[in-house]
């Protein structure tokens, strides 16, 4: 009613074709749905759909509870760093609910590569050490800040970030997503370690290298 009230203040269209813009415009202000029932634990052995996996159909209260984020993790790889996330597909419980977390965990010195969320915003604290944290905008400006125990950050939806530990020990995030599965998109593994690979020249031309360059760093991020 308020999108017709709008166009009709604004134009002298036809009441038919007000109707028809009214329709094109809500789905796009439209939010995700609430919920129609209670929960709707995945049943993760079927196929998922459109708004996530069907519901089991026998539930139980071990369902709703998740363990996964207090396990130590193992950050002895190349960039220091291990994620353990609680997500629809290690979590279903959260199925359909809009949300999820990550427990992060850095060796000293560990990085985590700038990346994107492409469905999600990212809200994070800090529980142990000191976290040099920075996201980007579209017209490539940072904005970052040391972060210690206690204190948050966020990064909007689908924004390239990253987090690095600058503290002399090791360190530790727990994230949260408005999102049960907000996906990741790590941009050097996605440009080197694609696969079928970007062509060469493709790479070359965007990062102003030579074949060499690329090669070498295709062998790194290689599957």
């Given at each position: 009613m308020l999108c017709f009230i709008i166009l009709k203040a604004m134009t002298s269209l036809p009441i038919s074709f007000l109707l028809t813009l009214c329709l094109l415009v809500i789905?796009?202000?439209s939010s995700d749905s609430d919920p129609l029932q209670d929960f709707c634990v995945g049943d993760l052995k079927a196929p998922p759909s459109l708004n996530g996996f069907p519901c089991k159909s026998s539930v139980s209260a071990s369902d709703f509870f998740f363990s996964g984020l207090g396990i130590p993790l193992?950050?002895?790889?190349?960039?220091g760093v291990a994620v353990a996330p609680a997500n629809v597909l290690t979590f279903p419980g959260l199925n359909t609910l809009?949300?999820?977390?990550?427990?992060?965990?850095?060796?000293?010195?560990?990085?985590?590569?700038?990346?994107?969320?492409?469905?999600?915003?990212?809200?994070?604290?800090?529980?142990?050490?000191?976290?040099?944290?920075?996201?980007?905008?579209?017209?490539?400006?940072?904005f970052s800040k040391v972060i210690h125990a206690g204190e948050m950050f966020v990064v909007p939806r689908g924004l390239v970030h990253f987090q690095w530990?600058?503290?002399?020990?090791?360190?530790?995030?727990?994230?949260?997503?408005?999102?049960?599965?907000?996906?990741?998109a790590v941009l050097p593994s996605t440009l080197f370690?694609?696969?079928?690979?970007?062509?060469?020249?493709?790479?070359?031309?965007?990062?102003?290298?030579?074949?060499?360059?690329?090669?070498?760093?295709k062998s790194k991020f290689a599957v």
């Open positions: 789905p796009s202000l193992n950050t002895s790889n190349r960039n809009g949300l999820s977390m990550n427990n992060v965990e850095f060796a000293p010195g560990g990085v985590n590569p700038p990346h994107s969320h492409p469905r999600a915003t990212e809200a994070g604290v800090v529980i142990e050490g000191s976290v040099f944290v920075g996201f980007l905008t579209t017209n490539n400006t940072l530990n600058v503290g002399k020990g090791k360190a530790r995030l727990i994230t949260s997503f408005n999102s049960q599965l907000p996906g990741s370690g694609s696969m079928p690979e970007i062509p060469n020249a493709v790479l070359t031309k965007t990062f102003r290298t030579d074949d060499a360059t690329v090669n070498n760093l």
